[in-house]
């Protein structure tokens, strides 16, 4: 079943448990996925519907963040919650020895591909790939931090 169909039968799923709650979650999920396709004019596939909820996560993220400073507890509980259900939706996240050693290889191939060791100046082509393969899988700001500690040891 694909992710967004999946998505779908979960709205229905609260709806008959009366969550509220989750339900509004979801809900906001599915009207980003449809922004998304009719803005692009497209139909969107799991990886598609994966970069959403990995934006919508580091958005609640950054929410709990502010929220927290300015001591509204209330709304950071809200957003937290938000957060448990968009995380259910996202694959196993690898840890950062996986990462790295992704990184790693990506950097190898890009080596060979050159003729040289990558530099600093190649973050921009080993990120494009790392992108590629890792979407979803891991978060992107420790994706960059590993290709930086590559690229600079």
Do not use: H, N, W
Not at 43 to 55: G, N, Q, R, W
Not at 119 to 131: E, L, P, S
Request: with cysteine; charged share 30%; proline share 1%.
């Amino acid at each position: 079943m694909a992710l967004k169909d999946q998505i779908t039968e979960d709205m229905k799923a609260a709806m008959r448990a009366k969550d509220s709650a989750r339900l509004g979650t979801i809900r906001l999920l599915l009207a980003a996925c449809k922004q998304k396709e009719v803005d692009e004019r497209v139909t969107l596939d799991d990886a598609a519907v994966t970069s959403i909820i990995d934006k919508l996560v580091k958005q609640r993220r950054d929410s709990i963040a502010a929220f927290t400073t300015a001591g509204r507890q209330d709304l950071a509980d809200k957003e937290s919650a938000e957060l448990v259900v968009l995380e259910g939706y996202l694959p196993q996240r690898m840890d950062a020895g996986e990462v790295r050693g992704a990184i790693d290889a990506i950097v190898a191939e890009l080596a060979t591909e050159l003729g040289r060791k990558p530099a600093a100046g190649d973050m921009g082509r080993v990120m494009g790939v790392a992108k590629t393969r890792l979407a979803g899988k891991a978060e992107m700001a420790q994706v960059s931090a590993a290709v930086k500690a590559a690229l600079a040891g």
